[in-house]
């Protein structure tokens, strides 16, 4: 099946940047991402490898390259502490793919 | 921006089986998908199916099938998610979130409030 590579953890401190990556067999496809903090429903903060919801502000970026799609945050707030996921839609069996989850951490 | 709106938390037997309901407003509902995702206490995101009403049948994950049953009543902008056989690892919080794409790739744009759903005997 498909599978979706992220880092358990990343830590950071306020004001620098943060990069979260998705890796593996991301070739082709579009990668979003999602925020969630605790007992919250997930939120949409990257669409299709790069663009960005109303709301969600230009802090948050996103790219795809080769096997690695990439969440960049800037200048982070302590308010971005969160689980952060990537997904994919394998259109070859129609079904969602979520990577396991990153928890960032502001130091 | 669509709204979901979940039904209440549920208790249940092991073996047993249970219902959610999500019920949408804000845009036309059937024209758009509703995917159902699941996430386990302190664990990561779990995609189980999905429908788009006007189209259906529903699409599921290999995981879920034979266990899992994802309908919806346009009449009533809901959608629903069957999953029976009840065992403690399907203990769980349960959202809805809307389908949307422009490329043929999905994302998840809107998200119901959650349903958890507790087996325990």
């Known amino acids: 099946s498909y599978v979706l590579t992220q880092p358990p953890s990343v830590s950071v401190a306020p004001g620098q940047t943060a990069r979260i990556t998705c890796g593996e067999n991301n070739v082709g496809k579009s990668v979003h991402w999602y925020q969630q903090k605790p007992g919250q429903a997930p939120v949409l903060v990257v669409y299709d490898d790069s663009d960005r919801p109303s709301g969600i502000p230009e802090r948050f970026s996103g790219s795809n390259s080769g096997n690695t799609a990439t969440l960049t945050i800037s200048r982070v707030e302590a308010g971005d502490e969160a689980d952060y996921y990537c997904q994919v839609w394998d259109m070859t069996s129609d079904q969602g793919v979520f990577g396991g989850g990153t928890k960032l951490t502001v130091l | 921006q669509v709204q979901l709106v979940q039904s209440g938390a549920e208790v249940k037997k092991p073996g047993s089986s249970v219902k959610v309901s999500c019920k949408a407003s804000?845009?036309?509902?059937?024209?758009?998908?509703i995917s159902w995702v699941r996430q386990a206490p302190g664990r990561g995101l779990e995609w189980m199916g999905g429908i788009i009403p006007l189209f259906g049948p529903a699409n599921y994950a290999q995981k879920f099938q034979g266990r899992v049953r994802i309908t919806a009543d346009i009449s009533t902008s809901t959608a629903y998610m069957d999953l029976n056989s009840l065992r403690s690892e399907d203990t769980a919080m349960y959202y809805c979130?809307?389908?949307?794409?422009?490329?043929?790739?999905?994302?998840?744009?809107?998200w119901g409030q959650g349903t958890l759903v507790t087996v325990s005997s």
């Open positions: 804000g845009d036309t509902f059937g024209s758009y998908g």
């Open positions: 979130a809307r389908a949307y794409s422009t490329t043929g790739d999905e994302y998840f744009d809107s």
